[in-house]
């Protein structure tokens, strides 16, 4: 995902300067992921505040909504994303999103074409952990019924994501699409040695090849 210019909206509703914003927005992004600032609209006073401003109830209000918008805007899924979660599924596999989120993911997701394709999602938000933090992958291994050795896990390495999926016994994969160099990523992993791929397609190959639960 990229942050897009619908996130000056947020800073307008706000009524806040957008890049002191952003400054604070990307200072703050793992306490957020984790939930530690309380809802959406608590998140956002905190933001604000940050920046020296107090918004009333009805600009909160507002910057909640058009957040919520820029980053609907934001999210865009990979082309074969969902043919290639229909190919697991008719395989008998078991799917699991697990992701290092603010409060708009989870809201957002239901609405997605991947939503019907998913057996579970942990969210960091509601969870109160951030990858590599073991919690978060056991949490998803937990909601599919799956023990983390029989689990193949695939990222793009933010939040060393790739390592710790590793340390708990996950098979793991880069996914290394030329597309995700621009993408905003927090505490990469450039050092990852292990298997990459492509295109989210080429991991039927690898499952074909030793099949495993997928997390």
């Given at each position: 995902?990229?942050?897009?210019p ?10 806040c ?32 505040g ?141 050092g ?12 039927i ?9 997928v997390?």
């Amino acid at each position: 995902m990229r942050r897009g210019p619908g996130h000056t909206a947020v800073a307008e509703a706000l009524g806040c300067d957008p890049d002191a914003l952003v400054e604070v927005l990307d200072r703050s992004y793992y306490d957020r992921a984790r939930g530690g600032y309380g809802s959406a609209e608590e998140t956002l006073r905190w933001l604000a505040g940050q920046v020296g401003v107090r918004p009333s109830p009805s600009a909160l209000r507002a910057a909640v909504a058009a957040r919520l918008a820029a980053i609907r805007i934001d999210t865009t899924l990979r082309s074969d994303a969902v043919a290639t979660l229909r190919a697991l599924r008719r395989r008998g596999l078991r799917t699991a999103l697990v992701s290092d989120c603010t409060h708009e993911l989870p809201e957002l997701l239901p609405t997605l074409p991947v939503a019907g394709l998913l057996d579970a999602c942990a969210y960091s938000v509601h969870i109160g952990q951030c990858k590599p933090q073991h919690g978060i992958y056991l949490e998803a291994c937990a909601r599919v019924g799956v023990p983390p050795s029989d689990c193949l896990y695939v990222g793009d390495g933010g939040s060393h994501e790739l390592t710790g999926a590793v340390e708990l016994g996950m098979t793991a994969v880069r996914l290394t699409a030329p597309d995700l160099s621009h993408h905003l990523v927090f505490n990469a992993e450039p050092g990852w040695t292990g298997p990459t791929v492509t295109a989210l397609s080429e991991l039927i190959r690898l499952v074909d090849r030793a099949p495993v639960a997928v997390g």
